[in-house]
């Protein structure tokens, strides 16, 4: 393949996955990871992409653009997405009062919840619709403006229901964590409810399997600072675990729980 080529190709794999680990790209090529990182200069001085820790984003024009439906997103990832569920409901108790966002990562969760006594704030219909199955757990739906591509509810009414409460775990989901840049999400709307989510929250779970890492979404939400926990998938790599462990925070992957006592 010609080096041209090679770029060109770069190029398109990064616009479309929006961000890629040098690694992948070395593998996909058959070429050194130094090969790579040449590419990858070279063509962040042709301003055709972003060069990130471990790899590339991509800058193509961003905006405040619609989020996938979530059909689509139902049908993404969806093995990574049931493993971290799993994951998730070992951490909640009888009488935990928690919040589960409108990701469909979130909505595995409740479908694996027992039913038990439990008290779940949430924005997302197919959560509640979902917990409504489970007589002894008390649900709190936000209301708000319905985002029908996301079956989520947004704005100030969602944003202001999380002012009368106080929950002990929050298990929310984004569109990238990225591990200078922090949590994100792919418009503002989400943005602001999860960060209301953050702030009345003991403990804070991002529920992100390894394909967000090193993605950055339109819409900042939080430092990784303001996170307490990952939960992630067993195909993570060491080197996103070591590096969110430097960041202060918890990994959950597989049964072991990194950087827990």
């Known amino acids: 393949?010609?080096?041209?080529?090679?770029?060109?190709?770069?190029?398109?794999?990064?616009?479309?996955?929006?961000?890629?680990?040098?690694?992948?790209?070395?593998?996909?090529?058959?070429?050194?990871?130094?090969?790579?990182?040449?590419?990858?200069?070279?063509?962040?001085?042709?301003?055709?992409?972003?060069?990130?820790?471990?790899?590339?984003?991509?800058?193509?024009?961003?905006?405040?653009?619609?989020?996938?439906?979530?059909?689509?997103?139902?049908?993404?990832?969806?093995?990574?997405?049931?493993?971290?569920?799993?994951?998730?409901?070992?951490?909640?108790?009888?009488?935990?009062?928690?919040?589960?966002?409108?990701?469909?990562t979130a909505w595995y969760v409740a479908k694996n919840l027992p039913n038990m006594n439990l008290t779940v704030l949430t924005n997302s219909v197919k959560v509640t619709l979902e917990l409504s199955k489970k007589n002894k757990i008390t649900v709190i739906s936000t209301g708000g403006t319905l985002l029908n591509r996301s079956l989520s509810y947004v704005?100030?009414?969602?944003?202001?229901?999380?002012?009368?409460?106080?929950?002990?775990?929050?298990?929310?989901?984004?569109?990238?964590?990225?591990?200078?840049?922090?949590?994100?999400?792919?418009?503002?709307?989400?943005?602001?409810?999860?960060?209301?989510?953050?702030e009345i929250t003991d403990t804070t779970y991002v529920l992100a399997d390894h394909h967000k890492y090193e993605v950055q979404g339109f819409a900042h939400v939080s430092a990784l600072s303001k996170i307490d926990r990952v939960i992630t998938d067993s195909a993570a790599p060491k080197e996103m675990i070591l590096e969110l462990e430097e960041k202060g925070i918890h990994v959950i992957q597989n049964d072991y729980d990194h950087g827990l006592s």
């Open 155 to 198: 704005g100030p009414l969602a944003e202001n229901a999380f002012d009368f409460y106080h929950v002990n775990k929050a298990f929310l989901s984004c569109k990238g964590i990225h591990p200078v840049r922090g949590i994100s999400e792919s418009n503002e709307q989400q943005a602001r409810v999860k960060q209301k989510m953050i």
């Open 1 to 104: 393949m010609l080096v041209a080529e090679r770029h060109q190709k770069i190029i398109e794999i990064v616009n479309d996955r929006k961000s890629v680990r040098v690694t992948e790209l070395s593998k996909a090529f058959s070429v050194t990871d130094e090969t790579i990182r040449r590419d990858l200069e070279k063509l962040e001085r042709d301003k055709k992409l972003a060069r990130s820790h471990g790899g590339a984003v991509s800058i193509e024009s961003q905006q405040d653009t619609p989020e996938m439906t979530y059909e689509e997103r139902e049908i993404m990832h969806v093995e990574e997405k049931k493993e971290i569920a799993k994951k998730a409901v070992k951490h909640i108790v009888e009488e935990d009062k928690i919040i589960l966002d409108a990701s469909t």
